[in-house]
């Protein structure tokens, strides 16, 4: 097996990397955009299963290997190294059918291995439908009403493309700080039905795609994108929500001391110990605006993004809270509130509302519209 890693890794082949595909073509059209998701970095080693005939691509070359292979990859001393054998900056491993394993879980699309600050880093190149099909799942339970997840694929859909960039060395990553991503093995009958029913239908406004932010509970009432991060969005405002029955309402939580002390250092701030947190003013949506921090070393008030950025940090679900304790915190809905509210997306879905409805609901002066090329070409 290694002796034929290497023959793939050193032999001439018949065409430069150049004048190979650069990631897969997902179809091409406007529709079908392919888009970098950043599954890992930082990392030292991967071993990467690609279980069917695929394409090896580097910087210099690439060639066909008919058979499956484990790849180990790795970097040593700055460099990326495959089976032992140095490879240049990047690998990119290409399946036919379009399904790449890593440490256990499929993904569809190539993966890209590539140095990034002396080790690797794992980018999984998709067209956008296949990697929906992968979010929308780990996202929200399959079980929900069509219209629910036929909303969630929309606004996830659009979420993407307003983050798409070019210039960046990735477009998405696939953790709670993006989407959840889960790939091949999170896929469902029900929701993968919502991706194909909703194809290629995005938020717009004004022409473009809209920032279509979401969370799971907003807790009672949504919160405008100018309370949580100090900046304006006419459709991202402030609302009272549907009522619905969500695990994520009535909840207490104590703070542990390391943690919020962590929290206020990642925000330049230090108090000691902390021993006391007081919520001293409230947002338009019942947010904490304001909050008094003491501790062993001193004291602190916190505000607006920062303030918020310190409790969900500290771990906090949401901060739609109230004092009730030295450290202890009462409250209500789970995520940063604003836009779209999933278990909200839910109830308005029992209600018999379409997706259009609940997306109009959360987005208010938006239209869900088809993706064309020139969106397209806009959102890059």
């Not at 290694?2 to 897969?24: E, M, N, Y």
């Not at 089976?83 to 256990?104: C, I, K, N, Q, R």
């Not at 108090?271 to 605006?289: C, F, K, N, Q, Y």
Request: aromatic share 6%.
């Amino acid at each position: 097996m290694r002796a034929f890693l290497a023959t793939l890794l050193t032999a001439c082949v018949a065409f430069a990397a150049a004048q190979a595909p650069a990631a897969p073509s997902g179809g091409g059209d406007a529709t079908d955009p392919v888009l970098r998701v950043l599954l890992a970095e930082g990392v030292e080693r991967f071993d990467v299963h690609v279980g069917e005939p695929h394409e090896v691509r580097t910087e210099r070359a690439a060639m066909r290997s008919a058979t499956p292979l484990r790849w180990p990859v790795e970097v040593r001393d700055g460099a990326l190294y495959a089976a032992g054998f140095a490879v240049g900056p990047w690998l990119t491993l290409a399946p036919e059918s379009g399904v790449v394993e890593v440490d256990g879980r499929r993904y569809r699309g190539a993966l890209r291995l590539e140095v990034a600050d002396g080790a690797l880093r794992l980018v999984n190149v998709v067209d956008l439908e296949g990697y929906l099909r992968g979010v929308v799942p780990a996202e929200v339970p399959a079980e929900w009403p069509a219209a629910a997840l036929e909303a969630q694929a929309i606004a996830a859909r659009t979420y993407t493309l307003a983050n798409l960039d070019p210039a960046a060395p990735y477009d998405i990553c696939a953790t709670l700080l993006c989407q959840v991503y889960e790939g091949v093995d999170a896929e469902d009958p029900r929701t993968d039905a919502a991706v194909r029913a909703t194809e290629g239908r995005v938020v717009q406004v004004g022409g473009e795609v809209a920032r279509t932010y979401y969370h799971a509970d907003s807790g009672g009432r949504t919160a405008s994108a100018a309370e949580v991060w100090g900046y304006d969005r006419p459709y991202l405002r402030g609302r009272t929500d549907v009522a619905v029955a969500s695990p994520h309402r009535g909840w207490t939580a104590t703070l542990a001391p390391g943690r919020l002390a962590a929290a206020l250092a990642a925000e330049g701030r230090d108090v000691g110990t902390p021993t006391r947190l007081e919520i001293t003013a409230t947002s338009a949506s019942g947010r904490a605006s304001r909050a008094r921090i003491d501790g062993t070393g001193g004291s602190v008030t916190l505000a607006g993004p920062r303030l918020t950025r310190t409790l969900r940090a500290a771990g906090l679900k949401s901060t739609r809270v109230t004092s009730v304790g030295p450290l202890t915190l009462r409250g209500d809905g789970w995520g940063h509130g604003v836009g779209l509210s999933q278990y909200g997306a839910m109830g308005l879905a029992r209600q018999g509302r379409t997706a259009e409805e609940i997306l109009a609901f959360y987005y208010p002066g938006t239209r869900v519209a088809t993706l064309t090329r020139d969106v397209w070409l806009a959102a890059r």
